[in-house]
Structure formats: C-alpha cells, structure tokens
C-alpha cells in the first residue's frame, strides 16, 4: 500500500482482556517500529524490528506487552491482561534501512481500557 | 474527532502571519533532529529535519535552526494557512542509535482564519 495500515483503528477492551494490534508497514520497509502515544504527550518508543529480528524492545513498560514480524512484513503488539494504564494510541512507523527521513507512521490504533 | 492532545502550549495565528515554533531538546549528543505534524486522528507526518552539523535547513515554506549551545530548535512557519493547524513535535535521535527517536511535548498551533 502507499503508507502505513494500522488496525483496528479503534478498541474497546475490558481490564483483564488480551488485546492484538495489527500493523501493515510500507512494501520493502525494512525497519517496522512500534511507538506508545498518551493523549496529550508525545509519542514514546515501544519497540523496533529490522526484517523480523527484533533488535530492540527496551521501551516495553511490562512483560506483557509482546511484539513479533514473523515473516519480516506485518507486525502485532500483543497486550495481555490490559490495564488501565495501558490506554493510549499505538502507532506503527516504518521505513527503507536507513532511511534518512525518519519514519512513516500510520494512524495509530487508539486503545482504551474500561 | 479525537484530540492529538488536551493540555498542549498552543501558539496562535493569524492566517497569513508567520509561526514559530519551539523546542528544547535533552541531549547535548544527538546528531539528527526532526519536526512532525500530527492533526487530530492520523499519525505524525514528517516535515522537515536538520543534522547537528548545521544551523539551518529550509524547506516548502518551512525552515528549522538549530542551536546547539542551548540545546534548542526551532519551526518556523511562513504565511501560515488554515491547514497549518496541528501539533508540532519536535523529535531528536541519539548519537548512539540510528533508529530510536525521542519526541518532545508538543505544540498546539492554532491559525485563525
């Protein structure tokens, strides 16, 4: 596609319930990270993959938030046992290895926990 | 539509004047620094970026200075139009890493029409 597909775009989950976001990144991105956005803040780094290799996921908050890219194209955040806390927008960005412009994000999945 | 961010600084704008915009960044080591636009419900849209090697970069009605003794950055916006209005992040990438991007608080540039 021309840029970055998250969904869903947006999701309801009750506290305690596991939650799957989906991103689509550009065709031939190489590097696929994923950014944690609180309303009224800026985006925070979650986690990064080049190809499928997940390189970095120091900005994880807990162990269980979990991120893959099996087959190095489509990624998924996993959130288990949601938290409050947890509500916030997700976003996805890619971009060519190396890319000088930074990234291209996508829209974000708005995550709010009940 | 949902808001980008409730409590944001905002700047506003007559349509027409220039904007700036700006922001203090944390590490005296970064070497790449970037603006994004983000409108209310969609991702942050690049803009423009400068490298730590230079003062100035000018883009489409857009230009970035970049002063490394304070550890500042600036957008500055020429004849600011209506769709302008968004909030401004700016974002800085550490010397040690050629992915990882730190982002400030924002600003909320509002243009009256």
């Known amino acids: 596609g021309a840029g970055v597909s998250q969904s869903p775009r947006y999701k309801v989950a009750k506290r305690g319930q596991d939650v799957a976001l989906r991103c689509d990144p550009i065709s031939g991105h190489v590097s696929l990270f994923w950014y944690q956005q609180a309303l009224g803040q800026g985006p925070e780094f979650l986690t990064y993959?080049?190809?499928?290799?997940?390189?970095?996921k120091s900005g994880l908050p807990s162990d269980r938030f979990f991120a893959e890219r099996p087959e190095g194209s489509v990624s998924t955040l996993k959130i288990q046992r949601t938290q409050q806390e947890d509500s916030a927008v997700y976003l996805c960005?890619?971009?060519?290895?190396?890319?000088?412009?930074?990234?291209?994000f996508g829209s974000g999945t708005r995550l709010t926990v009940v | 539509g949902e808001s980008v961010g409730l409590h944001l600084p905002t700047l506003s704008v007559q349509e027409g004047d220039n904007s700036i915009i700006n922001c203090a960044y944390s590490n005296s080591a970064s070497d790449y620094f970037i603006w994004y636009k983000q409108e209310s419900g969609k991702g942050p849209q690049f803009i423009i970026d400068i490298r730590s090697n230079m003062d100035k970069r000018q883009g489409q009605r857009v230009t970035v200075l970049l002063n490394k003794t304070v550890k500042h950055l600036s957008l500055q916006i020429a004849a600011t139009q209506p769709g302008d209005s968004a909030v401004y992040f700016c974002?800085?990438?550490?010397?040690?890493?050629?992915?990882?991007?730190?982002f400030g608080s924002g600003t909320r540039l509002l243009v009256r029409p």
């Open positions: 960005a890619s971009r060519v290895a190396g890319g000088r412009e930074g990234y291209t």
């Open positions: 993959f080049q190809n499928e290799a997940q390189l970095d």
């Open positions: 974002a800085e990438r550490g010397r040690n890493s050629s992915y990882k991007l730190i």
